[in-house]
Nanobody, 121 residues
Framework: VQLVESGGGLVQAGGSLRLSCAAS????????MGWFRQTPGKGREFVAR????????DYTDSVKGRFTVSRDNAKNTMYLQMNSLKPEDTAVYYC???????????????WGQGTLVTVSS
């Protein structure tokens, strides 16, 4: 599975962005998917995940109520709608695919190249 993120950019605090993660291959619908983010000098942080069927979603506490993860298996694409953005959301955001259900980056098999989100105060 090859993953390509898009949708990052510069936004003011309180604004919104929608990230997309486009997957190649015919097996996208069999993978659980996750979003992670990374800031300079820090490791990747779990942000959100969604099961292969969209039946289960999970978020890190800091984004609950502001971010929404979704997917469209017919389009081989996952999304992250980010509302009420804060400067501390500034990071490179990565999407990833996993056969298992977890929020540990080491259990994800495929990764995108990342897209930069910058939130100005």
């Amino acid at each position: 599975v090859q993953l390509v993120e898009s949708g990052g950019g510069l936004v003011q605090a309180g604004g919104s962005l929608r990230l997309s993660c486009a997957a190649s291959g015919r097996t996208f619908s069999s993978y659980n998917m996750g979003w992670f983010r990374q800031t300079p000098g820090k490791g990747r942080e779990f942000v959100a995940r969604i099961s292969w069927s969209s039946s289960t979603k999970d978020y890190t506490d800091s984004v609950k109520g502001r971010f929404t993860v979704s997917r469209d298996n017919a389009k081989n694409t996952m999304y992250l709608q980010m509302n009420s953005l804060k400067p501390e959301d500034t990071a490179v955001y990565y999407c990833a695919a996993s056969r298992s259900w977890n929020n540990y980056e080491g259990r994800y098999d495929y990764w995108g190249q990342g897209t930069l989100v910058t939130v100005s105060s």
